[in-house]
């Protein structure tokens, strides 16, 4: 795992330096934000430790000209004051984590190593159960090969399941996650949208991979 890590204060840099490389990492240190963007446009960052307090451009400014690029690398907020606003702002600029100023080297690894789970998580675009795949860039959805048409609310509700595969997932949390309501329309709308899918991807296939939880949900996974 490749990590930047941005921060003018050379005491600092250094001790964030050792400390991830002691723990396995590969470290590039920048001290100012220009010298940071030029090096994340050019190497491939698993994730970045960004120090807010900069001289020139500062942290936030950065997060957004990355994010600007579209260049999704996990990022990692430090900052003196832990002030609510200020991680709020940063979070909002699309940070993906933060942490105030002083911290404990432990505490930083373990976030950076959280760091880097996300970035290979947000890069896993291919759901699978079995031999069904949701590509999420594409949208594309296949069952032994074969191509699965979906409406919009179809795919959503295939990508919510495929995500909690294995897990049961509840009217509600369905309800929620797939048709955005807060409250229970009293319809059995879930249940209708799951019968279309189920057609769709489990009528001549075995096994069977969408599950009915009696009384409890639904759950997608290879055995029943
Ligand atoms: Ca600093």
Same mark, same amino acid.
């Given at each position: 795992?490749?990590?930047?890590?941005?921060?003018?204060?050379?005491?600092?840099?250094?001790?964030?330096?050792?400390?991830?490389?002691?723990?396995?990492?590969?470290?590039?240190?920048?001290?100012?934000?220009?010298?940071?963007?030029?090096?994340?446009?050019?190497?491939?960052?698993?994730?970045?430790?960004?120090?807010?307090?900069?001289?020139?451009?500062?942290?936030?400014?950065?997060?957004?000209?990355?994010?600007?690029?579209?260049?999704?690398?996990?990022?990692?907020?430090?900052?003196?004051?832990?002030?609510?606003?200020?991680?709020?702002?940063?979070?909002?600029?699309?940070?993906?984590?933060?942490?105030?100023?002083?911290?404990?080297?432990?505490? &930083?690894?373990?976030? @950076? +190593?959280?760091? =880097?789970?996300?970035?290979? %998580? !947000?890069?896993?675009?291919?759901?699978?159960?079995?031999?069904?795949?949701?590509?999420?860039?594409?949208?594309?959805?296949?069952?032994?090969?074969?191509?699965?048409?979906?409406?919009?609310?179809?795919?959503?509700?295939?990508?919510?399941?495929?995500?909690?595969?294995?897990?049961?997932?509840?009217?509600?949390?369905?309800?929620?996650?797939?048709?955005?309501?807060?409250?229970?329309?009293?319809?059995?709308?879930?249940?209708?949208?799951?019968?279309?899918?189920?057609?769709?991807?489990?009528?001549?296939?075995?096994?069977? &991979?969408?599950?009915? @939880? +009696?009384?409890? =949900?639904?759950?997608?996974? %290879? !055995?029943?």
């Amino acid at each position: 795992m490749r990590v930047l890590v941005v921060e003018d204060e050379r005491k600092t840099a250094s001790f964030i330096r050792k400390a991830l490389q002691a723990e396995g990492f590969a470290v590039d240190v920048c001290p100012n934000g220009d010298d940071a963007l030029a090096a994340a446009s050019h190497t491939a960052f698993d994730g970045v430790v960004l120090d807010i307090m900069l001289p020139g451009r500062d942290g936030l400014s950065v997060l957004r000209q990355l994010r600007e690029r579209r260049n999704a690398t996990p990022v990692l907020l430090l900052s003196a004051r832990g002030e609510v606003n200020e991680r709020v702002e940063g979070l909002n600029a699309g940070a993906d984590d933060y942490l105030p100023k002083p911290f404990a080297l432990a505490e &930083l690894v373990a976030r @950076v +190593r959280a760091l =880097g789970r996300r970035g290979a %998580e !947000a890069k896993a675009t291919v759901l699978r159960v079995a031999d069904l795949t949701l590509d999420t860039v594409t949208r594309q959805a296949q069952r032994g090969g074969a191509a699965v048409e979906l409406t919009a609310r179809e795919y959503r509700l295939l990508e919510f399941l495929l995500r909690s595969a294995g897990r049961i997932c509840g009217r509600m949390a369905i309800l929620e996650k797939v048709w955005d309501y807060d409250f229970d329309p009293g319809t059995n709308l879930v249940d209708v949208y799951v019968r279309r899918l189920r057609d769709k991807i489990d009528a001549g296939f075995e096994p069977k &991979l969408l599950h009915t @939880v +009696r009384g409890v =949900g639904y759950v997608l996974k %290879e !055995a029943p």
